[in-house]
């Protein structure tokens, strides 16, 4: 608003509702939004031609003045029209592309990166895209996210607990690293209190330094780092500057209470002393903090467990978390086999975290949230006798990181997608996968609870309400697939069974052993639905 010459008043006469009052941020902000789609809408009705930009902001800004502000305005919009919004039109070119991939011709190549993050460099789509320079992650503009992030979650645990957390467990995979240039690396450096050193002309990294303990205002803090299977084949430097950064933290000559990296290497390294292990092993292994699956094999293994029925408690759970990703990682060594190292060091974590860089997916529509981040919980919660604090970093707005607990992320979710009248109407588009996507969700959702615990009873009542009692999706399932009702019933009777859903309603028990009965029925007898009045029952 100052940009365009009045400040608050003036900004709220430009707005397209003159009765906007600007008393807060959130009415800043509201007004920019209603002035930015009115800006929008004008040049949509000139075919966003760029000769239609002064007369734009001349009819929405009219009393703004040549202000820094406007030459920004013009500057954006043209932006828009000349750049933007031509290739946005060519994402035709996915299918295009495919089809040329498919036939053996060539796909033209560009960078990758999450459009829903501003990187409007990666348009058109459709393209063979390549990743980014590994020896320039993080990047500097990671940094600043990753250290917004690492605040967030050291203040959010200080308001809830009471003091800080001595370690911090994350979930860190390569599809993120590679949309984000690094924020989850970042996040790692910040909590241990190093910062990355760029080379100045390449803007690689070309190490880490020492944030003082003045400066960085608290104790270093401990980190255990889960990584997938894609990051460790893309990443090696990354690896690699993770592990000189806990090198050199813990070696550092500071107060154990000060820097919990170095206490707990030396609790860790004196056990294993103890054990007869001798001294130079031993601090080789109790340095271990980059975990990740055997060399050569991708996953957590958790999946296999909860698809087949095949775990009885979390004591299961926390065997396959460690099993498949107790392989350690560092600058010397590549997967280790360093299960009780990684049990070791998951049992001290007090925060479990995951991040999520985009609104492209959420924790219940992809198999890999509760694996990897719910798998540490359910191993820390295993080891311990306690759930850490599970917290979801949200950084789809780089400029204002979140950080949520992973309870709220779930009810948020919930209630945006699970139940939203809206998903489940579009989903019902989709046919036979629509009502996979439907069962999947479930799935997700029941593996989440599984793990973190997160789902609570009335949840489970709405889901069997939505999707397995409903008439309407009664007759989706029977038209396009039986065997997701099927599904779907099955896994709502094992949250029953496994006192998961710990209290619902003999009609509702009753009503859903019905629809799985009947789910099995159109299966085995494979009759068509019924019809009546032109509705499929």
């Given at each position: ?465 939505s999707y397995l009692l409903d008439p ?59 019809q009546t009045d032109g509705v499929t029952?």
């Amino acid at each position: 608003g100052e940009g365009w010459g009045g400040g608050a008043p003036h900004l709220a006469a430009l707005a397209t509702d003159a009765s906007v009052n600007i008393e807060a941020n959130a009415d800043a902000i509201e007004a920019v939004q209603s002035l930015t789609r009115t800006l929008l809408v004008r040049l949509l009705d000139a075919r966003f031609a760029a000769t239609a930009i002064d007369g734009a902001i001349s009819a929405t800004l009219p009393s703004a003045g040549n202000t820094e502000g406007l030459a920004q305005t013009r500057e954006a919009l043209t932006f828009v029209c000349e750049r933007l919004l031509p290739a946005l039109r060519r994402t035709t070119e996915e299918i295009e592309h495919i089809l040329d991939a498919l036939s053996g011709r060539y796909v033209p190549a560009g960078p990758s990166g999450a459009p829903t993050r501003g990187m409007a460099h990666v348009l058109p789509t459709g393209r063979n895209f390549y990743s980014v320079d590994p020896r320039s992650i993080p990047s500097s503009t990671a940094w600043i996210v990753g250290a917004d992030l690492a605040k967030g979650v050291v203040d959010r645990y200080v308001r809830e607990e009471g003091t800080l957390p001595e370690s911090v467990g994350i979930s860190i995979w390569g599809t993120a690293a590679m949309r984000t240039s690094g924020d989850d690396i970042a996040q790692v450096l910040a909590l241990m209190g190093v910062r990355p050193v760029w080379q100045l002309e390449s803007r690689r990294v070309t190490g880490v330094e020492v944030i003082p303990l003045a400066e960085l205002g608290r104790p270093r803090i401990d980190v255990v780092c889960r990584i997938s299977g894609f990051f460790r084949d893309a990443f090696p430097h990354a690896i690699a500057l993770l592990d000189d950064a806990f090198e050199r933290v813990s070696k550092l000559d500071e107060p154990l209470d000060q820097n919990f990296v170095r206490a707990h290497r030396q609790t860790t390294r004196d056990r294993l002393r103890l054990d007869g292990v001798p001294e130079a092993e031993a601090w080789r292994r109790a340095g271990y903090r980059i975990f990740g699956s055997k060399p050569g094999t991708y996953g957590a293994g958790i999946l296999q467990l909860v698809d087949e029925q095949a775990w009885r408690d979390d004591a299961d759970l926390a065997e396959t978390y460690v099993n498949w990703g107790g392989y350690a990682y560092t600058r010397e060594d590549f997967g280790v086999d360093a299960r009780g190292a990684f049990r070791d060091a998951l049992s001290q974590v007090s925060v479990a975290v995951k991040n999520q860089d985009n609104r492209e997916h959420d924790i219940f529509d992809s198999d890999d949230y509760f694996q990897f981040h719910g798998g540490m919980i359910a191993s820390i919660r295993s080891l311990t006798g306690r759930n850490p604090r599970a917290y979801f970093g949200d950084t789809q707005d780089p400029d204002r990181p979140l950080v949520r607990t992973l309870k709220d992320e779930a009810n948020r979710v919930f209630r945006s997608r699970v139940v939203n009248p809206k998903w489940i109407e579009a989903i019902q588009q989709h046919g036979y996968k629509g009502a996979l996507e439907v069962a999947a969700t479930v799935d997700y959702l029941f593996g989440y609870d599984a793990t973190a615990q997160v789902v609570d009873d009335w949840q489970y009542e709405q889901v069997a309400q939505s999707y397995l009692l409903d008439p309407t999706m009664q007759a989706f399932f029977a038209r396009s697939n039986p065997w997701a009702m099927k599904d779907v019933a099955e896994r709502l009777l094992e949250a029953i069974q496994r006192g998961m859903w710990a209290a619902p309603s003999d009609e509702t028990r009753a009503a859903i052993e019905q629809a799985f009965l009947e789910a099995e029925g159109n299966i085995e007898g494979g009759r068509p639905a019924r019809q009546t009045d032109g509705v499929t029952e």
